[in-house]
């Protein structure tokens, strides 16, 4: 179970660093085209430091996403374990199709 744990926690850690990378990118493609960091900076003010909020907010978000798909992934197993022992105790399906239907 504890190398189930690690292995699921180094998995989501990857795939925050890559969800971290697309977004991150794909924010900045969006804020030096058609020179919008001008715009946002000079035109238009109701974003002040845009710079400092891609900076902040990309990371907490990929952060709280990766915690979710740990807990979905998480229950996710625990689900398929328990069926999985459930099924071999019991020997009928029924029991397992009731806790996979509850989780």
């Not at 430091?49 to 979905?72: F, K, N, R, W």
């Not at 689900?79 to 020997?91: D, I, N």
């Amino acid at each position: 179970a504890a190398f189930l744990e690690a292995t699921i926690k180094k998995c989501v850690s990857n795939i925050e660093l890559v969800w971290r990378g697309h977004l991150t990118q794909r924010i900045h493609t969006d804020y030096f085209e058609n020179m919008m960091y001008y715009k946002m900076g000079y035109v238009d003010r109701r974003v002040e430091h845009a710079e400092h909020i891609i900076c902040e907010d990309v990371p907490m978000l990929t952060s709280g996403l990766a915690e979710l798909a740990q807990e979905l992934l998480t229950a996710c197993v625990d689900a398929a374990f328990y069926s999985y022992q459930l099924k071999r105790y019991s020997g009928t399906h029924g029991y397992t199709l009731s806790v996979l239907g509850y989780v």
